[in-house]
């Protein structure tokens, strides 16, 4: 650790180490290295909530599989915009985590992203017809180019044998599959950026320090007031621009800092948990990240998926998640976090959020009476024979999705991630928690954008922002030889399996 900024006023402070601080304090300290930045954890060590590696699903989103990216539309066509953004934000991350490696600032691609392909599956005559014209019409894109499909069961089993083992022969099922899909050990990641950040000069990574709460000063800088976990005591820091990417804790900071702009917000939690198979036969067989379709009246976060991941150099599967009720806003946090959360403000954007959506309240309620019966009839939907002692419970992390404010409707519940921050800029707040860990760069340049506008627009940060970032400024979603030329970089410094193009 550099020397100690604790009595000093850091020019940051950015509460939280997930991936969200760790991505946007690596990006500022390469876009200003003089800038000083002090990062306060509430917990012992980086990455142990939503970014660990068993707390979310270690999918890098970019919309290969993901069927809840494409809705179709009321005239029955694909609507592919949103699919086409979030691959674009994939390979935006894709490209700072490259630009890191070769700067010698992480190290081993290995131990935090690996190919895997990413397959979607269906069964039934509406489903196989909705994924044949997803199919079609993503396959115009050049970002999707290499998706294939297949109806043909001994394709499918070549790409899937754990799914098409002991399967109905009557049944229809179809799927799309995409090699160029990864698995990311998110966890992995946010600690080798942390290690690489506190080395850095004028960088101080706090551990056990929980922020308590956020005043701004009458010259607009920020007063944070830390508690240290194990003395108990508190410290006023003071700083001129403040990140809270406290994960499902943002949203109490966020409104204690009064911004005009958190009022209204709310936040609805939703746990998850997973089945982890503990055979290893089972596991060797399946090699791929398979999505289906989630039920009607399910949230988007609720997709089942049967996943093969790789964490710290083991082969696991899992499938999931199961949707689960809890009042806390973090998987460490506390009972009280939900109803701590109601304030005068957003009291009404809740409850209408709440009226407008039963079918989610439904089908939280059926997730949480489950049994472990129920879990397993779920599975038996992807692998036909499926046995309860193959299989344990595993909790997931905890999203807590945002509620604002609705002109119309007077509040609704929004599934993606929102940056909220302060008219001056002095302030951001990451709330949400979806495409997530995936977007993370896309994200933080947004914030950038919002927080930093005049440095974005001069020409040293733009400079650098293309030397880390080369397609900055670009669209990777209508430039077919630009794509080629990045997937071409990215896949051989991360040392992803090489696909058709580059060959
Ligand atoms: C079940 C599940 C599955 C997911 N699957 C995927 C996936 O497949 N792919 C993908 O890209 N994304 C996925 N996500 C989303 C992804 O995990 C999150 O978007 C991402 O990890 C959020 O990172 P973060 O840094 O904002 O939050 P976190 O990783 O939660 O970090 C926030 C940190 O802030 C700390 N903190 C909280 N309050 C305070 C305080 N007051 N003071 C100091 N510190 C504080 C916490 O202890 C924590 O360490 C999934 C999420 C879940 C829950």
Request: glycine share 8%.
């Amino acid at each position: 650790m550099s020397d100690n900024i604790y009595n000093k006023e850091p020019d940051v402070i950015l509460i939280g180490a997930g991936i969200m601080s760790a991505t946007l304090g690596m990006l500022l300290k390469e876009l200003e290295p003089r800038m000083s930045i002090a990062i306060f954890e509430r917990l012992d060590k980086a990455a142990a909530e939503s970014s660990d590696a068993w707390n979310n699903a270690g999918t890098g989103h970019s919309a290969f599989c993901e069927l809840n990216y494409t809705p179709e539309r009321e005239d029955g066509s694909v609507d592919t915009s949103k699919a086409v953004k979030i691959a674009e934000s994939f390979e935006i991350s894709k490209q700072f985590w490259s630009y890191l490696i070769e700067q010698n600032r992480i190290t081993v691609p290995a131990s935090f992203i690996r190919s895997i392909p990413h397959i979607s599956f269906v069964w039934g005559d509406d489903n196989i017809t909705f994924l044949k014209k997803r199919y079609e019409a993503l396959h115009e894109c050049h970002l999707f180019k290499e998706m294939q499909y297949s109806e043909n069961k001994n394709e499918l089993n070549e790409w899937m044998p754990l799914i098409m083992h002991d399967r109905d022969p009557m049944q229809k099922v179809a799927a799309t599959k995409m090699d160029l899909g990864t698995d990311v050990n998110f966890g992995a990641l946010t600690r080798c950026i942390f290690n690489c950040l506190k080395e850095l000069e004028n960088v101080t990574l706090y551990f056990d320090h929980e922020v308590k709460n956020l005043t701004r000063r009458s010259d607009k800088r920020w007063k944070v007031k830390v508690k240290d976990v194990a003395t108990g005591k508190t410290k006023i820091i003071k700083a001129k621009f403040v990140f809270i990417g406290a994960g499902g804790g943002s949203l109490p900071l966020l409104l204690k800092s009064g911004i005009p702009e958190g009022k209204g917000f709310g936040g609805f939690p939703v746990s998850g948990q997973w089945l982890k198979c503990n055979n290893k036969q089972l596991i060797e067989k399946h090699n791929a990240k398979v999505y289906g379709k989630a039920s009607v009246g399910s949230p988007p976060m609720s997709v089942p998926h049967l996943d093969t991941r790789v964490i710290k150099g083991k082969k696991e599967l899992l499938f999931g998640p199961y949707a689960g009720f809890t009042t806390k806003f973090l998987k460490k946090g506390s009972f009280f976090d939900l109803i701590k959360s109601i304030r005068f403000s957003n009291i009404r954007p809740i409850l209408s959020a709440g009226f407008h959506n039963i079918p989610l309240t439904k089908y939280l309620i059926q997730q949480v009476v489950q049994s472990p019966e129920d879990r397993i009839d779920a599975l038996r939907q992807f692998i036909p024979n499926a046995r309860m002692e193959d299989w344990e419970l595993e909790i997931a992390g905890q999203r807590v999705q945002v509620i604002k404010k609705d002109e119309e409707e007077g509040g609704v519940l929004e599934f993606g991630t929102e940056v909220v921050n302060a008219a001056d800029g002095s302030l951001a707040a990451l709330l949400g928690a979806s495409p997530g860990a995936s977007t993370a760069v896309s994200i933080m340049l947004d914030l950038l954008k919002k927080c930093f506008a005049n440095k974005m627009n001069e020409e040293t940060w733009k400079r650098k922002l293309k030397q880390m970032i080369p397609s900055y400024g670009e669209s990777l979603g209508s430039d077919a030889e630009l794509c080629r030329r990045i997937r071409e970089w990215t896949t051989k410094v991360l040392q992803l399996k090489v696909p058709e193009f580059v060959r």
